[in-house]
């Protein structure tokens, strides 16, 4: 079956630092990727969609310049999450896409201090 | 705005029971909707749906979609405390171009006791 990583699983940062994660597939290549933020307790909310080769669409009230997000090659997207704050902290989870099916990374936990 | 709607958001039952969850969705564009399992980590597929009134089934678990009432259902039968997870409904929809997303319920948290 089709397999997605994210790296790191779990982070703690310092507030006004930046934090990167990656997401890559592993045994295909994604022309499409997918970041989502978890809250506890709370469902999955779509940040944005990120294609190879051309900027991310963000959903609204997502941050562009906040969570910088670069799918550089079919099998790597990153999303940079700048100057983290406290209210950052959350579940990130990527998703690729193969036609229209879509296969979950494992999740990022990260804190910020 | 696309809007998926889970009941109950939560559940508790003994191990042994069936329980139903309900999912219903207001969306544009609609393509699919889909079943997740979600424990500790990211969410597991179970099903996806297209057709309306065509049951999916793996194993204990079973899932249906109305179309015409916009509502799916995820049955789960003789329970298991290996059951217990957060249950999530999404909708996939068309979002212009070739492009496509999913969105979430809330998700409806089963408890399993023994």
């Known amino acids: 079956g089709a397999v997605v990583s994210q790296h790191p699983s779990r982070v703690i940062c310092k507030s006004g630092t930046s934090v990167k994660i990656e997401c890559r597939s592993l045994d295909f290549q994604a022309t499409t990727m997918f970041w989502y933020r978890q809250f506890p307790k709370q469902s999955l909310m779509l940040m944005a969609t990120s294609n190879e080769g051309s900027k991310a669409t963000y959903e609204q009230g997502v941050e562009k310049d906040k969570f910088l997000i670069n799918h550089a090659s079919l099998t790597l997207s990153t999303l940079t999450v700048t100057s983290a704050h406290p209210e950052d902290s959350s579940f990130y989870i990527c998703?690729?896409?193969?036609?229209?099916?879509?296969?979950f990374g494992p999740g990022t936990r990260l804190t910020v201090t | 705005e696309d809007k998926v709607v889970q009941s109950p958001l939560s559940l508790v039952v003994h191990e042994g029971d069936t329980v139903t969850l309900n999912c219903s969705y207001e969306v544009t564009n609609f393509r699919s909707l889909l079943w997740y399992k979600q424990e500790k980590k990211a969410p597991t597929f179970l099903f996806m749906l297209t057709s309306s009134g065509i049951e999916k089934k793996s194993g204990r678990l079973s899932s249906i979609l109305d179309k015409k009432e916009l509502f799916s259902i995820l049955n789960i039968t003789a329970t298991q405390t290996g059951d217990s997870a957060v249950y999530l409904c999404a909708v996939e929809a068309d979002s212009g171009g070739s492009n496509y997303k999913l969105t979430f319920g809330k998700g409806t948290l089963l408890t399993v006791n023994p």
């Open positions: 998703s690729a896409s193969i036609s229209y099916e879509q296969y």
